[in-house]
């Protein structure tokens, strides 16, 4: 049993020996960093898609395939999605994935970064080599947003962070169509004098289990010496995910690593793709290390849940 006290002393997830995966010094073109990835698993191989910042300060993002999800990793040798309209004149920014079923594609939601600044859109592949953008879906300023990967009473429902009102929180809105949107609601609200006081944003892909879907976040705290962003956990109803059932009241994940402090951002962890090895039941959560590098932490789905169960109610 592992309960909310327990975890701050012994932890849910364990860095992967070999962190980070990825840093720019292995891209096969210049760039400057390379963080934030979204992570999916296409016949039996780990796609990540990663965004990668240029020597302009400019983003984009190009895949890195690996067997085993660790290591070895087979690089596009160039950008793989750029940008290519106004709303993306700035650049594309954090993507998350999942394997939409009423389309029987991949949905990948990111940051547009536009004149206006930083919005949702949304594209669609079957392969991660070409990318049918719908484009943005919901107006700046917006960012760490997902769909779920089925709809849910007809209606498709994405979760995202609007600035509303200059307050950051977790929205989840609704869908007939992936272009009209409503019900607008907050899903996860930033939480005064807490450690994700600041602000708050989605982190993975919802990912759905027995005991509803697992919603891993990130939390932001400012300190004197800037920004603090660690990992929180919360499950959703699983036939309404609209409905928050538990919340981490602690973060479970935070900065320690070297390569976690030193790079453009110090003290980030951050969190954008997962997968679940349903039969291992292994999570294993990519993330971005101070806005610089990946790093890959693993967990056991079991103790996840098991600890989640054990949070206050919502």
């Known amino acids: 049993m592992v309960n909310c006290a327990q975890v701050g002393r012994r932890g849910l997830f364990n860095r992967y020996a070999g962190n980070p995966i990825l840093t720019a010094t292995q891209w096969p073109y210049p760039a400057h960093t390379v963080f934030n990835p979204g992570a999916v698993e296409v ?14 300060g400019f983003s984009h993002l190009t895949v890195a395939r690996s067997e085993n999800g660790r290591s070895h990793w087979e690089i596009d040798s160039s950008p793989t999605f750029t940008h290519s309209k106004d709303e993306e004149q700035w650049g594309l920014e954090d993507p998350r994935i999942v394997w939409l079923e009423d389309y029987q594609k991949y949905a990948v939601t990111y940051v547009s970064f536009s004149p206006s600044g930083p919005q949702v859109s949304l594209g669609m592949t079957e392969d991660f080599r070409s990318l049918e953008r719908l484009g943005a879906v919901l107006p700046p300023e917006d960012k760490d947003a997902c769909l779920f990967p089925r709809s849910f009473e007809d209606k498709f429902v994405l979760i995202h962070r609007p600035i509303v009102r200059g307050e950051p929180h977790i929205w989840l809105s609704t869908s007939p169509d992936l272009i009209h949107w409503g019900n607008h609601k907050i899903l996860i609200p930033r939480r005064g004098g807490w450690w994700d006081n600041a602000r708050v944003g989605l982190g993975t892909q919802p990912i759905e289990t027995s005991e509803g879907w697992l919603i891993i976040y990130h ?60 039969e291992t039941g292994e999570l294993r959560v990519y993330y971005g290390a101070a806005d610089t590098s990946v790093g890959l932490a693993m967990a056991d789905i079991d103790e996840v849940l098991d600890y989640l169960k054990n949070c206050p109610d919502s």
Not at 43 to 56: I, S, Y
């Open 219 to 278: 939390g932001a705290r400012d300190t004197a010496s800037g920004s603090l962003y660690r990992v929180g956990l919360a499950l959703l109803d699983l036939e309404e995910p609209w409905r928050l059932m538990r919340r981490s009241e602690e973060w479970v994940f935070g900065p320690h690593e070297e390569y976690e402090f030193l790079g453009d951002v110090p003290g980030v962890v951050f969190p954008s793709g997962a997968i679940l090895d349903e």
């Open 43 to 56: 016949d039996g191989e780990t796609v990540l898609l990663n965004r990668v910042e240029d020597l302009r």
